[in-house]
C-alpha cells in the first residue's frame, strides 16, 4: 500500500471542499471567496502547505455556519463523495433529550442508518470511553478504532484477568457493529465532547492511513467549534425571543391596565361616559396630521405617550367628591376650584410610576391655555407640553359636543367655530388647524376613533 | 423462524430496520404503505409488526385498526416520531404492545420485540 497512490484522491477532496466552501451552500458567508480563490490557485495540484492552509481556512468558515446541522450534513456528504466509505455518520449531543443522537448517516444502500435509529445516553459504553480518563483504548489522536477493540477482545489476559473491560469491549463493540464504524471520532469543545464522527470500512477494504485520520481529528475539532459556535448563538436568539416577548407581555398588561384605569375613571361620571375614549380617538386623529413637526421628533415614543395620556387625562377625577362630580347644575366658584385640582391629582397619581413619568407631567398641564391663563401653573405657548395642548383642544370639543346636567351638546360644526375663536387664547394654533384637517378628512367623527383604542 | 412485518412510508427506514433484524433471525418484509401492509400481513400472517404512525395515506392508527381487525393476535409496536399522549392512547385502546417514540435505541427496539414475542394475546 503505497500512500503516494492516494494523493490525487486527497487532492480532488480538498478541491471539491473548497467548491463547496465557495457555492454558498448552508449559509456559508461569501467573505472567504476571494481568500480561497488567492490561496488555492487553480493552475497546479494542491500541495500540502495548501491543504494545512485549507483546513484554517474551512475551520474559519465553519464558524459561519448558523445552524450546526448544515455543517455536520455537508462534513458527512463530503466524507462520503469523496472518500468512498461504506457508512459515515455523525452523533450529536442534544440536551433536551441528555443523549447523542444521530443527526445524519450517507452510505451504500443497507447501511445508510435512518435519523430517529440512534441514541447513546450519557453512560452508554462508545461515549464513556470517550468522556472518562486514561481510556487505553484511544490512541493518541483520540480516535477509537474498531480493530484496537477486538484486539483487546481476542487478548485471552482481558478476559481472565479484566472481565469487567471485557464486557465493556464487548458492549463497545455491539454499538459499533450497530454504527458499522470502523473509527470514531470524538469532537470536542473545551473538555466536552459534543459529538462523535462515526466512520465505516472504506469500500475498497484498504485501512485509513495516519493523514486521513489527521485530517478526521482536525475536521472533527473544527466542527465541535463550530457547532458550539452554533449552539452559543442559537440558545442566544433564543433568549432574545424569549425577553422580546416578555417585554411584549408586559407592555400588554401596562398598556391594558392604563385602559382599565381610565375605564375606571369613566363609569364614575355617568355624564361623561365614554368622554376618554372619544377624547383618545380624536388625538390620534390630530396626531396624525402632525407627522413630521419637530416637536413630535423630540418624545421617545409619541404615539404611545399620547395615547396613554389621552386615556388617563382625567384619572386625578377620583380625588374628587362624587357630590361635585355629578351635580346636576352649574359648580359654585368653590365646587370649580375643587374640581380644578383634577388635574394635579391625576399627575400625583401617575407621578410614582416610573414609565409614567411623561404621562404625568402631560396630564398635569393638560388644562392649561396657550395664552398663560390655564391652571395649574399658567404655562403659556410651547411651555406647555405639546400633548397637553393636543388634549386641550380635543377635550373641550368633546365637552362642548356632549351633554352636560347644566346644558345641552352643541353640533359640532358650532364647537368647529368656537374652536377657531379661542385659536391662540385658550389653544394652540398649530393643534387647532390639526385638528380642523383631520374632522374635513373625517378622521375626527367618521367613525374610526371608537377602533383605534381596540388596537392597543 | 419469526415473521416480522415493518411498515415505514421511508424506503431508509424499511431497508435498515430489515437488515437489523434479519441479522438477528427474523423474517423480515416490508411494505411502504397501508394497503402493502395489509396483503402482507393477510399472505404471510407475522407473528409482529413494526408500525410507524405518521404516513401519507392511511396512517398507522387505521393500518394497525384494519390489522387487529383481521388477527387479533398479531403484535404491533408503534413507532412514532412524536410524543403524543393522546395517539398514544390511542394506539393502546386499538391494540397495540408498544409504542416506541424516536429517537430510540436499537437496544431497546431489540428488547421490546424480544419481550412481546412472548406474551400470549
Redesign the interface.
Known sequence: MSTHKKVPSWGKLQGWFVEKLMDHQGGISPVNNTLLNSEFPKDRPLQKQDYQAFLEAASRTMIRFKKPEHLIKMIVRTIDEQLKIMHTAVLLYKSEIASYILIDSKGTSGLKIPVGFVRLNGDSPLINIFTEKDSFFISETGILNYDDIICGLRNRDTLELQPDLYDKLLAIKKQMDLLKAVLCVPCYFKKDLLGILVLGEKINGEKFSREEMGFFVTLANDAAMAIANAQLIESLQQRVEEIKELYVKEHRIFMNTALALAAAIDARDPYTYGHTERVTGYCLAVAKELVGVPEVQGYKNFMETLTISASLHDVGKVGIPDYILSKNGRLTPEEFEEIKKHSIIGETILGPIKELSDVAKEVRHHQECYDGSGYPDGLAGNDIPLISRIISVTDAFDAMTSNRPYRKKRAPAEALKELKAKSGTQFDPLVVSAFLLAYQKGNVLGGQESSVLQSY | MYKLLVVDD?H??C???K??FKERGFHVFTALNGDEALSITKRERPEMVLLDIKMKGMDGLAILKHIKEFDRTIRIIMIS?LNDQEKMYEAYKLGAVEYIT?????DY?EEAVGKNLKVKL
Open positions: 421511508e431508509d427506514v431497508d435498515f430496520v437488515t437489523f416520531a424516536k429517537p430510540l435505541t436499537l427496539l
